[in-house]
């Protein structure tokens, strides 16, 4: 029988093992090009330079960083209460529809100032209604969470829908989006922004939802290691019966667990809807619930991990596309199928080298307490 191996250190389980995985990541995915006849080298040069090589490439870079931000901690905050919340799509959906609903009703009556925070708390509050159904299903019918977070992503693609196409799209149209929104229902840019202190920047999708972004990172931090309802929640995620005779509540935990993860989701609509697209359209979302997912896996569900791994998946989502237009022959399913590389190993697959890492910190330590011989 193998001896059990004890927990990894967190500078390894945090630091060391993702970075292993990421290493991991890139080596398979530079076989893979190797073997369609592609450079590796020259296809990360070119990932590089088009993430972070100018001012324009970093500043879509931190976009598409901002949106994965929110469907990270979405994941980590429902994973610290035990549950598997893989519905930031269907959330971040209905956050959508809060968010445009709230700016086309008051857009031509309000200020930005005054609009604004009423859009975030519309698209926090739409987003917590939604993924809190499935947390009352989960915690008083023990119907599954995935199962039902799953579903709801349907409901909102369709619900979104159904609106467009029926109610919100203007009669003298036919592309399946809403009017625009008013220019107070627009979440500034930081190009506009630079330009009214004198600063010239090339413009880019970068808004001020990065800064609500990072500010979420903090309050998650606070709330789930630094306050009482967070330990309550993390209590539960830990050991539900334990938590139970402690005298704390686990099914009103779920439920706040999955409300507080879904306004996290909702808060995406604020950087696509408000900060870029001024307007609901069809599928604004574009799959970034389930790439939150391995942001989570690879970030250790902790607002440090997330923003260092959603700056990684945004470096890979605007490389990527600077890859498909730069090099001859490199396609976007190439693109995608390296991307899906990254995601397999540096998050479905993040705790598979743990026992590697595991036997190597034990065959240290042992060698340290062997008696020196002269």
């Not at 610290?80 to 609903?101: K, S, V």
């Not at 005054?114 to 159904?133: C, I, S």
């Not at 590697?356 to 330590?365: D, I, M, N």
Request: proline fraction near 5%.
């Amino acid at each position: 029988m193998s001896q059990s191996l004890k927990p990894l250190p967190r500078w390894i389980d945090v630091g060391l093992l993702p970075l292993w995985n990421l290493a991991v990541a890139l080596g398979v995915a530079g076989l893979v090009l190797l073997l369609i006849g592609q450079s590796p080298a020259q296809a990360l040069g070119v990932l590089l330079n088009g993430a972070l090589g100018s001012a324009r490439g970093i500043g879509y870079t931190l976009y598409y960083t901002t949106t994965f931000i929110f469907t990270g901690l979405a994941v980590a905050v429902a994973f610290h209460a035990g549950l598997f919340n893989i519905g930031g799509e269907g959330q971040a959906t209905f956050g959508g529809l809060g968010l445009a609903l709230l700016a086309l009703l008051l857009g031509p009556h309000l200020p930005a100032l005054v609009l604004l925070p009423l859009l975030v708390l519309a698209a926090a509050l739409f987003g917590m209604a939604w993924a809190a159904v499935p947390g009352y299903l989960q915690a008083w019918r023990g119907s599954h969470i995935v199962i039902t977070t799953i579903m709801f992503n349907f409901l909102a693609s369709s619900l979104n829908v159904y609106l467009l196409v029926n109610w919100l799209r203007p009669s003298d149209s036919m592309a399946v989006e809403s009017q625009a929104f008013a220019d107070s229902a627009r979440m500034p840019s930081l190009h506009s922004l630079a330009e009214m202190v004198g600063w010239e920047l090339p413009s880019s999708p970068l808004n001020l939802s990065l800064l609500l972004a990072l500010l979420a990172c903090v309050f998650v931090q606070w709330f789930l290691w630094k306050s009482g309802p967070g330990y309550a929640l993390r209590a539960v995620g830990s050991s539900p019966r334990a938590a139970h005779y402690a005298g704390i509540a686990p099914k009103r935990q779920v439920l706040l667990a999955m409300g507080l993860s879904g306004a996290l989701a909702g808060l995406v609509a604020v950087n696509e809807i408000s900060g870029v697209q001024g307007k609901l359209t069809l599928d604004f979302v574009a799959g970034a619930g389930f790439t939150g997912i391995a942001v989570a896996l690879m970030g250790r569900n902790h607002p440090v991990g997330i923003v260092l791994a959603s700056l990684l998946f945004g470096m890979l989502y605007q490389g990527g596309v600077e890859l498909s237009f730069e090099i001859p022959g490199f396609s976007r399913d190439m693109v995608v199928t390296a991307q899906g590389l990254i995601v397999l190993f540096a998050g479905a697959m993040a705790t598979v080298s743990v026992p590697l890492f595991g036997r190597v910190l034990a065959a240290f330590e042992k060698k340290e307490k062997e008696p020196a011989h002269g």
